[in-house]
């Protein structure tokens, strides 16, 4: 059995955690890949953290491409093997003319669990503009959205499986910058990095649209280091690299951001 107690000391995800303890002891038992429920970044990262300290189990993550933020994992014995082709993901394109109605994220993701299925079963949703979007799900979701997702606000669309290499993915933009600030405050870099007033990066940070490392943070003076990741919700991605001190006793941050 896994030390369940010390592996869930101090985490912040304990329900998700406890269930993902559960089914690596399942596949240590059965033998089998045990498949977890899509999963959102913070859980992600924390699963990550907390598992790589044992070494009973090995776990893959997917979520149908290389940037997904919901991912699935699958857990299997560390003496079998394991990759990306044993996660189990499906695709669905929801189609209709959104031209003159326009959706977002929340209206297809609300759609969606207004047939009834919970939010642990679909993973990441790609807006395609005024076409509908692409949906990855559990493969036995399939079947029930398809004929279940009739209508995403005012619009009729037709929801059907589709190959995941039809996926419509657009590439990250990447933006090298450098900054040279009189603190590692997290208002200072993140402000400098999405070239935004430090103001309204306070605005952010305190409204609870600021994560680090998939956490939210809503200190504005939180001290940031190297390999930090910062996320603001529609803004993208900005990461911390490498950071020296000058010889004015301040320092210079290199940022790549992710648009």
Excluded: C
């Excluded at 869930?8 to 998700?16: I, P, S």
């Excluded at 003496?79 to 003319?97: T, Y």
């Excluded at 402000?191 to 680090?212: P, Y």
């Excluded at 956490?215 to 991605?237: C, N």
């Amino acid at each position: 059995m896994l030390p369940r107690e010390e592996l869930l000391k101090g985490v912040e995800n304990r329900d998700t955690i406890a269930r993902v303890i559960d089914q690596a002891e399942q596949a240590i038992k059965t033998w089998e890949v045990v498949l977890t429920d899509f999963l959102s970044p913070p859980e992600l990262a924390e699963i990550e953290r907390v598992f790589k300290r044992l070494t009973e189990v090995h776990l893959v993550a997917w979520g149908g491409y290389p940037q997904a933020e919901r991912q699935r994992i699958a857990i299997a014995r560390a003496d079998l093997p394991l990759d990306q082709s044993q996660v189990a993901i499906s695709v669905l394109e929801v189609a209709g003319n959104f031209l003159f109605d326009t959706a977002t994220h929340r209206d297809f993701l609300g759609a969606m669990l207004g047939t009834g299925i919970v939010r642990e079963k679909t993973g990441d949703i790609i807006i395609l503009g005024e076409r509908g979007a692409q949906v990855i799900v559990v493969p036995e979701l399939v079947e029930f959205l398809s004929m279940s997702l009739k209508q995403v606000r005012s619009v009729p669309v037709k929801t059907q499986a589709i190959d995941i290499s039809e996926l419509k993915i657009r590439e990250p933009k990447k933006k090298e910058l450098t900054t040279v600030e009189a603190s590692l405050r997290l208002d200072a870099i993140a402000s400098a990095g999405f070239g935004m007033s430090r103001s309204k990066m306070v605005e952010l940070i305190d409204g609870g649209d600021v994560r680090v490392n998939w956490k939210d943070v809503t200190q504005a003076s939180y001290q940031l280091k190297s390999g930090d990741l910062i996320a603001i919700r529609s803004k993208g991605r900005l990461q911390v690299g490498e950071i020296a001190v000058t010889k004015k006793e301040r320092y210079r941050i290199q940022l790549t951001r992710y648009s």
